[in-house]
């Protein structure tokens, strides 16, 4: 099934990372930028934890990110930590199960390798098992495997209007560029790690038809943000725009998703361990807001999910803190650092967002609204 509503609840690696372990927001579990959380994600509730508890044989494999220790966390039965975004690309050192060792090869199938390791060593066993794959790519520095490194290589790269277009009605992005839109061959060299997990995805795929697992294991892909491609003027992630906190979602699980199926149900990045609990059955922990989306995959809605929250918090990169509500019409963004700076978009009408009615006489009854529902949810969500 393809989650056609996707998206993260803060567009920045680690509170992103933290949301999905956690089932919080980030005002909750308080992971709130890229920097030191070594202590605290020691002490985090996290899916993980609850299924090892509940009898499930669990790893983590991939990206940690949150802090600079990269030792084993609570709640994995093997731990292969490949560090944040320093480390190198190839023959990357990794710490397994507490200790650092040398790798060789690319990370991304480095990575693949140890997820099929696990699955061979637990399919079929008495307990069950859970992987949480963290891959390192699509980040920079983007360095693909030798085998794609020059796919796309003949491909124009094709910009949208709002990429393209000057950026008006944005006060709080002036003087705060954040991060500059990549070149046309970073973003080839992006789309060649995508297709580099996708090797990947299908090895992981094989393994599990050959250890005849394959339809009785519940499989989700996604991304810990969205991207800008130069859409109004910016780089990278940490915008409250559609770009920035859309994400890639796909789910497989012939006991409850039809194949080639599509949803257009607002997904959020909290809703995942809430998910993975319900599918095992283990009871929800109190301190997760998200919701399982299981009744998704039989056709029904979810509960009060008119509107979306999102927020971000300033980091060294210059983007200011914000506060974003979503409903299927409006989306309202507000800059509490920030005087005479909020945003409201009609996304029926300017799917883009290039057109800030803020300012408009006729708009003032949307915004006030919007207000009063985005701090509804702020306290709904703490």
């Not at 990278?236 to 080639?260: D, H, N, T, W």
């Amino acid at each position: 099934m393809l989650m056609k509503n996707a998206y993260v609840t803060t567009p920045v690696c680690s509170p992103s990372r933290a949301t999905y372990l956690t089932g919080q927001y980030a005002q909750a579990h308080r992971v709130i930028k890229n920097t030191k959380y070594n202590e605290m994600t020691h002490k985090l509730i996290t899916y993980p934890l609850l299924l090892q508890q509940s009898g499930y044989r669990t790893a983590f494999i991939g990206k940690w990110h949150m802090g600079d220790d990269y030792t084993p966390r609570p709640g994995f039965d093997r731990w292969v930590c490949a560090g944040g975004n320093k480390e190198p690309k190839v023959d990357s050192p990794m710490n397994i199960d507490g200790q650092m060792v040398p790798t060789k090869g690319h990370v991304t199938d480095v990575l693949t390798d140890e997820t099929i390791k696990f699955i061979k060593s637990y399919a079929n066993k008495e307990k069950p098992f859970c992987v949480s794959l963290f891959h390192k790519a699509v980040h920079g520095p983007y360095k693909p495997t030798e085998r794609n490194k020059d796919l796309y290589k003949d491909e124009p790269i094709v910009r949208t209007i709002s990429a393209t277009s000057p950026v008006t009605g944005k006060p709080a992005l002036v003087g705060k560029n954040g991060q500059p839109p990549e070149t046309d061959e970073a973003i080839r060299n992006q789309l060649r790690m995508v297709v580099d997990i996708d090797d990947g995805v299908g090895r992981i795929l094989k393994t599990l038809e050959e250890e005849a697992i394959l339809d009785n294991t519940f499989i989700v892909f996604t991304s810990d943000n969205g991207y800008l491609w130069g859409e109004h003027g910016q780089g990278q992630k940490r915008l409250a725009y559609e770009e920035s906190i859309k994400i890639p979602m796909l789910v497989r699980y012939p006991a409850l998703v039809k194949a080639g199926s599509t949803s257009d149900a607002p997904i959020l990045n909290i809703d995942f361990a809430p998910t993975f609990l319900a599918l095992a059955k283990v009871p929800l922990h109190p301190q997760m807001k998200g919701q399982s989306i299981v009744p998704v995959f039989k056709g029904q809605p979810l509960v009060d999910r008119e509107s979306l929250l999102f927020e971000y918090y300033l980091e060294p990169t210059g983007i200011p803190s914000w506060k974003a509500v979503r409903t299927d019409r409006y989306k309202y963004i507000t800059y509490p650092d920030l005087t005479d700076c909020n945003e409201l978009y009609d996304l029926k009408q300017d799917p883009n967002e290039m057109n800030n009615l803020i300012k408009d006489p006729k708009a003032a009854v949307v915004v006030q609204k919007m207000e009063s529902e985005l701090q509804r949810l702020i306290t709904a969500f703490k």
